[in-house]
């Protein structure tokens, strides 16, 4: 009621005064509207702005990771560093123990070698003057030379009071026409005697050595004298090569063959009798 | 006690003494020497072993009619055989295997060769 009171009526107002009312009216309807567009303007971009820091709070919080993840890489990278060093280190002691193992196992095979050929030397010495009979002593050379040496034929020469032949008192694989007497220094074995120089061929043909041409011819010794002559024509057929053991197959029985037939002769020519005790006493050694 | 039972069967004193000599070395391993083929199977009567050794030629009854002998017996007919021999020809070797041997070695024999042998058909380590 106050306000009809205090505004004239339409009709009766000042043009100039509504067209000043309408101005107002409008900048202030433009005021507010501009007002309202800046506030929203303001509002999006302070949204915006919670936007971008919420991304790049996140995108901190990725790098923040990532970060620990670097680190956790650098940290395994070392350790794999490390454990690669360990590795090494280890393959390195694993190749020096496998290398000593291999060197042992070389040496204990060696060792073993060596005991088999000991023990297979042990019993030949032994077996060759286990008997005082002219056969049991060839049968146990016949045995060493079988069973210890792989001969096939061979034969023992002895030198013959007359002409001073070698004659060949005890062989085996080999005809009797096959095995004839030999004059010293005629032939291998004939050389073999006169020299004192024993013969053992180095080539994988002694399977299929002949009389002239033998495996092998070893002078038969009693102390320094030789007295005969033990030759070895062929070997079985698996035994294409003398080896290091053979050797001193045939230097013991060079050195004691004979003197085991010599004894076993002795004792078989005096009937079996063997020397009295005071027979030794009478020699006053 | 001993774990295993081996006969050796060889004519030859020598060479059994060497074949003792070298399976000795094999633990637990008790050996019985026997000097020919009927000894061995005398033996074999007697006993349970679980290998054998056996040589070819021997008087009396060689190591093949042994052979064959063992592979009917009841007790050994599985029992692990090796032939030890001068006999080195494939036929040898052949026959032999083909009436029941597990292992031909031929004479002169290496003892590593027949422990190694040994080793391997008692399956010891």
């Known amino acids: 009621m106050t306000e009809r009171k205090s505004r004239p009526p339409k009709s009766r107002r000042d043009p100039a005064a509504t067209s000043l009312d309408h101005e107002r009216d409008a900048f202030i309807q433009t005021f507010i509207r501009k007002g309202v567009r800046l506030t929203q303007e303001l509002v999006r971009e302070n949204e915006d702005l919670r936007r971008r820091l ?4 996140s995108e901190n919080a990725q790098l923040k990771i990532h970060l620990r993840r670097d680190d956790a890489v650098r940290e395994l990278l070392s350790t794999i560093e490390k454990l690669e060093q360990e590795k ?17 196992e070389e040496t204990y095979s060696e060792v073993e070698a060596e005991l088999s050929n000991l023990a297979s030397l042990y019993v030949a010495a032994r077996q060759i003057h286990a008997t005082v009979t002219v056969p049991g002593v060839m049968r146990h050379l016949k045995e060493i030379l079988e069973q210890l040496v792989g001969a096939r034929a061979y034969a ?5 009071e007359r002409g001073g032949d070698l004659v060949p008192v005890f062989h085996q694989g080999m005809s009797d026409r096959d095995v004839r007497n030999v004059r010293p220094g005629e032939g291998v074995i004939g050389e073999a005697f006169a020299n004192g120089t024993g013969y053992v061929s180095e080539d994988d043909t002694i399977t299929e050595g002949t009389f002239e041409a033998p495996a092998a011819a070893i002078p038969l010794r009693i102390d320094d004298r030789v007295v005969g002559v033990l030759a070895v024509f062929q070997t079985f057929e698996q035994k294409r090569r003398f080896m290091s053991v053979d050797f001193e197959f045939f230097k013991l029985l060079g050195g004691q063959a004979a003197a085991a037939l010599a004894a076993a002769g002795l004792l078989a020519a005096a009937d079996g009798k063997l020397p009295s005790a005071e027979f030794y006493v009478e020699l006053g050694i | 006690m001993a774990d295993y039972a081996c006969l050796i069967i060889e004519d030859s004193p020598m060479m059994r003494q060497l074949l003792v000599f070298a399976l000795a070395r094999i633990r637990n391993l008790r050996v019985t020497e026997a000097d020919d083929g009927v000894d061995g199977l005398r033996k074999l009567a007697g006993a349970r072993f679980d290998i054998i050794v056996t040589d070819i030629n021997m008087p009396i009854m060689d190591g093949l009619k042994l052979i064959r002998r063992v592979r009917t017996d009841p007790v050994h007919k ?24 597990n292992a031909y070695i031929t004479k002169p024999i290496q003892a590593p060769q027949v422990i190694a042998k040994v080793k391997e058909l008692l399956r010891i380590s």
Not at chain 1, 54 to 57: D, F, I, M, P, R
Not at chain 2, 79 to 94: C, K, L, Q, S
């Open chain 1, 88 to 104: 090494s280190a280890l393959l390195s002691r694993f190749r020096e123990v496998e290398a000593r193992s291999n060197a042992f």
């Open chain 1, 54 to 57: 919420s991304e790049a709070e």
């Open chain 1, 156 to 160: 023992v020469y002895l030198r013959s």
């Open chain 2, 78 to 101: 599985e029992t692990p055989i090796i032939v030890i021999t001068t006999e080195g020809a494939e036929e040898d070797r052949h026959r032999a295997l083909q009436l029941g041997a």
